[in-house]
């Protein structure tokens, strides 16, 4: 079987039964992925699959033969982190650190399913077109990602800042303050 | 988890002719919930096969409805412009289920078929007829918050957990099916069974047939439809009660209406008494009132779960009061 993970193309032979998390740790030594729950309920296992966020204890390894997968090593680019890491680091946000990775990753999907306008069960009106960013939509979108520290204001601190940071380059340098603002308020 | 064989289909033909030719087999969708009570050994399917490049597609209908292919992840589904402007009420039900990562799984043929969370259920140390038929039921005695009060049996009042299902069966949704003798097509509220005596029984599909398709019939009082979820986490949590709800006024006359529960049926629960009692009747808080009564009454609650009776009739009284508003507001939809 062969994935392409974090840019490299790997092989493994494993049985049926093996899950994308047990694949990434077990296989490829790629320990930065975490096991919570095991069951779904917690995100530490979450993972982008050709960018979609998943979680990974609950995927069968076979089921994604052939697919992207980058993990929480794969986010930096040529040594620079990725703006949600850096944001993370400035906005202390984590306490232990064992959610993190999952929180990155999704951080990471949720900006691309903003970019895509893809709605939340907190967005007002459904059909309008583009959607109005704010802090509750903020939490309802990282609702998959549990924190046991606790460590929430710091996390939506830091996506807050690594989203309009990435929204924002986008956007140009007005509506980055703008929003920066709006959504750290 | 218990061994097994996989594999991967192109389409619903071959899926079938793999399902027929494997023993005990299993349709594998997203995986969020085989592969979950296959590690707890609920589930010991031989084979799986994997259904997930059924159609993704969304089309319409000569209709003027739309036909949503097995495989649509329920992310995808929930994103479609045309179902948050036509449909907003499955848009919103799926949007508060799970969690962003599982419903980018999820697929919509697995969200239908997912088993109840009764944790008796899953603990297969517990006793639980829907498990292992005739062994007792531990949740009449036991923790059953999140329990049914309608629908249920002495046999089992596990609640189907979809809230995507509430919204279709508030949309009179089809369920297109096919299966070793052919193609068939079953409404969604036919989809399900009470547990009666057989809880172990859930569904009326046939060994190896396959859902193939939903189909939403058009409705254009669905533009002004609403889901609302109350549970004990404002996100990520299962419903403890939910409504699916539209309505179409004539003047200050409720026309037609549409309604379905979910979190306290043993199936997703259409509300038929609720709008009998309405259709044709002044828009008033007096005549809605006795109209959810006429639901509630045929509650059976148990001491852990007798909350929602109430819970239920204010949240029922509470969106329909909203959607009569916004129908006396909006005009056409
Ligand atoms: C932590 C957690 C929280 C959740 N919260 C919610 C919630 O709040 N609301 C909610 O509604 N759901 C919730 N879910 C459940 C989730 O929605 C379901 O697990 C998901 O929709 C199942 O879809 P799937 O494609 O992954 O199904 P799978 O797990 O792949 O399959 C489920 C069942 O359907 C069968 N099947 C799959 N596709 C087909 C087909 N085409 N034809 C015939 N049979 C088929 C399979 O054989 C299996 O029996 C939650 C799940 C988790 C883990
Ligand atoms: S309520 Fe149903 S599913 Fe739960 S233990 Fe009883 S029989 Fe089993
Ligand atoms: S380990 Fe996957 S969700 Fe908790
Ligand atoms: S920082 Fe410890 S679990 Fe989140």
Known sequence: ?185 | MNAFDYQQVADSEQAIEQAVRSRRAKYLGGGTNLVDLMRETVERPQALIDVTRLSRDIDETAEGGLIIGAAVTNSALAGDARVRSRYPVLARAILSGASAQIRNMATVGGNLLQRTRCAYFYDVAARCNKREPGAGCDALEGFHRYHAILGTSPSCIATHPSDMAVALAALDARIHLRGPEGERQLAITELHREPGERPDLETELQPEELIVAVELPPLPMAARSNYRKVRDRASYAFALVSVASMVELDGETIQDVRLALGGVGTKPWRALRVEAALRGQPATEATIAAAVDAELTEARPLPGNAFKVELARRTLIAELSRRIADARNGGEA
């Open chain 1, 1 to 185: 079987m062969q994935w392409t993970i974090n840019g490299q193309v790997r092989e493994a032979e494993v049985d049926f039964r093996t899950s994308l998390l047990d694949l990434l740790r077990e296989q490829f030594q790629l320990s930065g992925t975490k096991k919570g729950c095991n069951q779904g309920a917690c995100g530490a296992c979450t993972v982008l699959v050709d960018g979609e966020r998943i979680n990974a204890c609950l995927a069968l390894a076979v089921q994604y033969q052939g697919r992207t997968i980058t993990t929480v090593e794969g986010l930096a680019e040529n040594g620079t982190l990725h703006p949600v890491q850096a944001a993370f680091i400035e906005h202390d946000g984590f306490q232990c650190g064992y959610c993190t990775p999952g929180q990155l990753c999704s951080a990471v999907g949720m900006i691309g399913e903003l970019e895509r306008d893809h709605p939340s069960a907190v967005t007002a009106d459904l059909a309008a077109n583009g959607i109005e960013w704010n802090r509750d939509e903020l939490r309802e979108r990282m609702s998959g990602n549990l924190c046991r520290c606790g460590a929430y204001n710091g996390i939506a601190d830091a996506i807050a800042a690594g989203l309009a940071k990435e929204l924002g380059e986008e956007l140009g340098e007005e509506l980055d303050e703008e929003l920066g603002e709006e959504i750290a308020r």
